[in-house]
Structures are given as structure tokens and as C-alpha cells.
């Protein structure tokens, strides 16, 4: 497994490195229309990069982070709520926030459909999901998941046209949108 609790100065200098201008441009888009103080979750958080850069687009939002890595979120920027805890098994009560982001941590998951259960029960109804990662069909993809592999990761990486199936599975409506070998997902319940 990757030893991410001993990872955070590295992701907290080098992790936003992926995050290209499209990808951003593609959250800032996802955050319009949000109104102040609603509440969004992180999952898989880390140092909390995804967060850092909504919060460009858009301060006036809760932001909340979860991630089982200590070391990841004690790099979390001071306006992150942080709670050591899995995808498959939230802290939170139902209904508690309007948004979930993922941030390149989708498939470090061990269970995507527990993980995506548990999105829909904390979500509020017409909740909003936002999702970053790699596309297993490319061939910069393929070799991200060989080297996961490689590391005992669970590697669960989607092409994105299977990732929108599973999500419509769990009641989400989904819009894909391809960025070479990485992909955006906004999804609304
Ligand atoms: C590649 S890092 C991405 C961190 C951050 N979202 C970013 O964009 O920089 C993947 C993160 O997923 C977390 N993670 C691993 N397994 C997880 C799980 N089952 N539930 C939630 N997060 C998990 C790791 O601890 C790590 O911080």
C-alpha cells in the first residue's frame, strides 16, 4: 500500500501538480450557483488540494475533509474541517452536505460501491458530486494503474463511460467530460 500518512509534506509541495487548467475550470464551473455557508465534503481528501482550489473559485462554502491519513490532512489548509475516517464508512449524519468532491482519490478505494452508498446517504437530496481522476483506457492511465499495482494499491481505476454507468446505478445523473488521460465527472442526485 502507499505509506500516505508519512506522504504529506510531498502531496502538500507537489500534489496539486495534475491539477490542469481544464480540470479547474471544470470545478470552478461544478461550484457556480452554490450559495454561502452550504457544505461540501472532500473524501479522500489528503492535504486537502482539491479544497484549496475550491476555495478559489468559491471561500464562502463549508468545507469539510475526510481521509484515514493523519499525516495527509495535518497539512490541511486551517479552513478544513478534517476527520480521519474511510469512503466506505462516513462520520457524518445523513443528509449533511450538499456537494462531495473527489480529488484523485477515487481509486484508492477498497469498496466503490460502499463508497458511493455513502456519498448518496450524506448528500441532501438534489446533492451534487464532483470527481477527478485518471482514465484506465489511456495509455498514461494504464501505466498510473500498473505502478498502483505495483505499490498493493487497490488501483480502481474507470474508463469514464463505465464510471457514469455505476453512478446511474446509485441514482446519480451524470456529465463526463475527457481531458487526455484524466476526466471530470459532475453528477446531481
Ligand atoms: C493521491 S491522494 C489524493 C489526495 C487529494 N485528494 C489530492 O487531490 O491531492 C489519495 C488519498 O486517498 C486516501 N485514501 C486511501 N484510501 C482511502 C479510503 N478508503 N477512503 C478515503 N480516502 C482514502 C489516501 O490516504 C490519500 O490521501
Known sequence: MMPFNNLGFVFKHFGSILYSKPILD??????????DKESVLDIGAGTGAMSEFAYRCNENLRYVAVDPAE???KYAPPYLETYIANAELLPFEDSSFDAVFMGESLHHFTD???????????????????????????FL?????????????????????????VLEGHGFSVTVIKHGWRYTVSASL
Open 141 to 165: 492511465g494504464k501505466s498510473v494503474y500498473m505502478m498502483e499495482k505495483l505499490f498493493g494499491e487497490p488501483a480502481n481505476f474507470y474508463e469514464p463511460i463505465v464510471l457514469k454507468e
Open 71 to 73: 499525516g495527509m490532512l
Open 26 to 35: 471544470d470545478l470552478c464551473l461544478f461550484l457556480q450557483g452554490f450559495t
Open 112 to 138: 466503490i460501491d460502499a463508497a458511493f452508498s455513502e456519498v448518496v446517504r450524506v448528500l441532501k437530496d438534489g446533492g451534487r458530486l464532483f470527481i477527478y481522476d485518471f482514465d484506465k483506457s489511456t
